[in-house]
């Protein structure tokens, strides 16, 4: 199966099982909010998750309730950062954002109840012993609050009102918080379900989200809103520091490509079994969205 | 001890257990503001955690995570309800609401981390089985997402637009989501534990809940902003139903010193051990605040 397929098929499968959880809810705005805030995204935590989990014998069907909680964490993240007192975006996915299409009240409630979700899923993955959810649940929200991806975002809005502006450091710690946290512990998941040791994944996943994070700058400078579903340009024309205007275009796309490299060695331990998040690593700086 | 020095006594030490978990976060404007908004309130939630454990010799030290958990989760709740695009409050516990102190995105995010924590402690309650804690993960998920809290909330919004005002069914209904469901886990929280029986707790958490909330509207027309801490008489002015605008301010009054007695009753398996849960149920309806 080529690793475009694999990514479809990992994230139909991620899809459902998100959709059958929001459908179990009560009817309501922010019920119909979070199916809508959920649906579509390439899924790249959720491939992680199952994929990781692969590799350590865990199989998908074990691993898909942990897959769904990070790709609704996530969705909780996009539903609040696209808040205009947040980032003020009006396009998700190529489709309004959600307290366009709704409005702020029930995004904010949206935002909210996907990040409960998450944690609601986790609890209930009732094919993973008790201290392997525990463990995915402390990371997970460690990962994602105050200590990572809350403070990643923290520091981005400082930033705006900051009298420096940022340089290649802080970006880079701030980009590891914002969004790299979350992609190491889609990348751990599998690990820590078979209680292994997560360092060979962690330090995939660290090379994985910065050269992420280097490829969406370089996206908002050479994309196309049609292609990535979101404006393109924001962040140059609101002046932000990004990789891109830190490094120059040419530098920014030469380091991407250096991390995908160190992402790959890093897997080393695993052999081939571990083809498909190499081919992950090549595809987050190949990917045109 | 009496009632009220034990109210004390427990809310200083769930307020402790929350301060050392917010300075345990890296420094930036969400920890700081995290911890102004984990500070004060009566500290009703984490009293029932902590009197349910003990009535199943569960100690406090024991269930001291659940209480600061539940208090974490009652924080963000409040600043998001605070938020302009909800109900707009610039006065909290007599101080100003974080929206207004910082501004609306750290407010967003301190809300969002409010929430993330409370799962990080109750994964992290050493002290309790693993499958008690899960059961606390999961029970809290359900209590405060879109089948509880957040549901609640959103009937509340939706209620601000609908064609037809809300009747007495309407409202109890979504006082049960809106503040019922999350005194309702942490009433159950010792149970829990415990791996007990839940249904006594239950019901003396259902007619308590509604009380709480007959009193507050009660205290919307009668209290004062001095003694609540926060702006009294907003529902009259919105022209908002509730239980004195439906009912009568003596029928309130009347109904809900009638649930006190169901409360109390309900509490019978237990015996005298249940008596600091009485006299709390007796204070919710006598407070001034």
């Known amino acids: 199966m080529s690793f475009a397929d694999r990514l479809a098929a990992d994230a139909a499968q991620v899809e459902r099982r998100l959709q059958v959880a929001v459908a179990a809810l009560p009817d309501s705005a922010v019920r119909q909010a979070m199916g809508y805030a959920a649906t579509g995204g390439k899924r790249l935590r959720g491939f992680l998750v199952l994929e990781s989990a692969r590799l350590h ?18 969705a909780y993240s996009l539903v609040h950062d696209d808040l205009p007192c947040m980032d003020d975006d009006d396009l998700r ?95 751990c998941a599998g690990p820590r379900m078979a209680g292994a040791d997560t360092a060979p994944l962690a330090g995939y996943a660290r090379a994985l989200g910065l050269a992420f994070q280097i490829a969406d700058d370089i996206l908002d400078v050479e994309g196309d809103t049609d292609a990535t579903g979101k404006r ?42 571990a083809d498909p998040l190499r081919a992950a690593a090549r595809f987050v700086v190949a990917r045109d969205r």
């Not at 014998?57 to 996530?74: C, G, K, Q, R, T």
């Not at 030469?254 to 490299?261: C, D, G, P, Y």
């Open 93 to 187: 996915r190529g489709q309004p954002t959600v307290h366009v299409k709704w409005d702020e009240a029930t995004a904010v409630l949206t935002g909210d109840a996907l990040q409960t979700l998450a944690f609601e899923l986790l609890a209930g993955a009732e094919a993973l012993e008790p201290r392997a959810r525990l463990a995915l649940i402390g990371s997970l929200a460690v990962a994602s609050g105050a200590a990572g991806m809350v403070l990643g975002q923290a520091q981005d809005i400082a930033a705006e009102t900051a009298a420096a502006p940022l340089e290649l450091d802080d970006i880079t710690a701030l980009q590891a918080a914002k969004t790299g946290a979350l992609i190491g512990w889609a990348a």
């Open 57 to 74: 014998d865990v199989p998908p069907e074990a691993a898909l309730d942990a897959a769904a909680a990070i790709e609704a964490l996530h």
């Open 232 to 273: 393109v340009g924001k962040d140059a024309s609101a002046g932000k520091a990004t990789f891109v205007s830190l490094m120059g275009l040419d530098a920014a796309r030469a380091r991407a490509h250096e991390l995908v490299s160190v992402a790959q060695n890093a897997l080393a331990p695993y052999g081939p079994a």
